[in-house]
């Protein structure tokens, strides 16, 4: 993992060399093998995760109430993800109040990630204001944009409900 392959992250867009290598020197890489979760739904986020090599599924819990008093925990893939996307993962756990991850990612291959710990981003971001306001306007947009379109997702899911009742 060089410079050059982060600065492809959304999280490191508008930052230079020597900025993103900050970070860089704080990372670690590690290897996933294919069929594990490196990312449970509803464990304590401490992290986050680029993908530099393979292909990631990323599922949510269904978790239903039955009419025999049970639960229904079957999970949802939401989305395959690979790597020449430059996806990351964990960064909604790093402003939730409990810290919960909200999905889970399994490796549908081998996968080479870069994992930056919680402490460590924000421990640069608050030394180096300049760096810290750029990074934290990058995963405002990637929040963001994940919030939208789970807005669309909801609304097509409410469309598509209201139609099988209406009928």
């Known amino acids: 993992m060089d410079v050059n392959e982060l600065k492809q992250f959304e999280i490191f867009n508008k ?7 900050l970070f860089k020197e704080k990372m ?6 294919e069929g594990e979760n490196f990312i449970v739904e509803g464990d304590v ?12 599924r990323i599922n949510q819990a269904l978790t239903l109430s039955m009419h025999k008093g049970g639960l229904d925990n079957r999970e949802k893939a939401i989305i395959n993800l690979s790597a020449n996307l430059r996806p990351l993962f964990g960064e909604m756990s790093l402003f939730d109040k409990e810290d919960r991850r909200s999905a889970s990612v399994k490796a549908i291959t ?8 919680k402490d460590d981003l924000f ?10 306001y750029k990074v934290m306007m990058n995963l ?3 929040l963001s944009r994940k919030v939208l379109e789970t ?17």
Do not use: W
């Not at 081998?110 to 710990?117: A, K, R, V």
């Not at 421990?123 to 810290?132: F, L, M, R, T």
């Not at 807005?151 to 009928?167: G, H, I, Y």
């Open 110 to 117: 081998e996968c080479h990630l870069s994992q930056l710990m």
């Open 45 to 56: 986020g401490d992290s986050i995760y680029l993908l530099l090599k393979g292909n990631v």
């Open 15 to 21: 930052l230079n060399d020597e900025e993103v290598s």
């Open 140 to 142: 405002a947009k990637i």
């Open 123 to 132: 421990a640069i971001c608050n030394d180096n204001n300049e760096i810290g």
């Open 151 to 167: 807005n669309q997702n909801v609304l097509k899911l409410t469309t598509a409900f209201s139609l099988v009742l209406e009928r």
């Open 28 to 33: 670690r890489e590690i290897t996933v093998p």
